[in-house]
């Protein structure tokens, strides 16, 4: 079964750092997601993005957040100067439309610790 | 107002069969219906969707009366890889225009011996 991979799985980080993390989505998809879950918490909803810009995104995905998809099969998220409470799980997530009726896949998740 | 609510925790045991049943009152025309399982330091995985009647797939089966306004994930003989939290998610987010998911606090399951 085709399946989101997430890299990396761990990363610890200093604040104040960049940190890129990154997922390749199922191959014929076309919509992208990043969500993330603070330890204990929701997940959260971040940022959709589709045929190269975003097409909605979460109060939380300020300035300091960014996506890309630098080629044809990556697709990141790059957290600019990372504070304490960036510390969480990010998942990202992929589907072939975004009628109601289409599933999201989500990936493993790559968690980021931020110290 | 909230998207679904359902149940914040439940118990069982093995072999029984479980049901976690979800409101979404103010559920869209559009809407499906969909739920996901989620196991710590996971992300979350898709178990079954649908959108009237029932719906039945490998794992689970999904009940959902006429009127939509609430439907029942149904796990038939689970075992203690079950523990995990549920997720009932609807569709398109009127309150806030949101296409994307969603998620709520779903219920955790914890099955025991």
């Known amino acids: 079964e085709p399946e989101v991979t997430q890299t990396p799985s761990h990363q610890v980080t200093q604040m104040g750092q960049e940190v890129i993390l990154r997922c390749v989505p199922i191959?014929?998809?076309?919509?992208f997601y990043w969500y993330r879950q603070i330890l204990g918490q929701k997940v959260e909803f971040l940022v959709s993005?589709?045929?190269?810009?975003?097409?909605?995104k979460s109060e939380i995905f300020d300035d300091q957040f960014s996506v890309e998809r630098p080629d044809g099969s990556n697709f990141t998220l790059k957290i600019r100067s990372t504070k304490l409470e960036d510390s969480a799980m990010y998942f990202c997530?992929?589907?072939?439309?975004?009628?109601?009726?289409?599933?999201?896949?989500f990936g493993e998740g790559s968690w980021l610790t931020v110290v | 107002l909230a998207k679904t609510t359902q149940p914040i925790s439940m118990d069982s045991y093995e072999g029984q069969e479980v049901n976690i049943t979800c409101s979404h009152n103010?559920?869209?025309?559009?809407?499906?219906i969909t739920w996901y399982q989620q196991f710590p330091s996971q992300g979350p995985r898709f178990i079954i969707q649908?959108?009237?009647t029932k719906v039945t797939n490998e794992v689970a089966s999904l009940f959902i009366p006429a009127d939509r306004k609430s439907s029942t994930l149904s796990l038939p003989r689970v075992s203690l890889s079950d523990t995990a939290v549920y997720y009932c998610?609807?569709?398109?987010?009127?309150?806030?225009?949101?296409?994307?998911?969603?998620f709520g606090s779903g219920t955790r399951l914890q099955v025991q011996p």
């Open positions: 649908g959108y009237k």
């Open positions: 103010n559920i869209a025309t559009n809407d499906y």
């Open positions: 998610l609807v569709g398109d987010n009127e309150d806030t225009g949101r296409r994307a998911l969603t």
């Open positions: 993005f589709y045929n190269n810009e975003i097409s909605e």
């Open positions: 191959s014929n998809h076309l919509y």
């Open positions: 997530a992929s589907s072939e439309t975004d009628n109601s009726g289409n599933t999201i896949y």
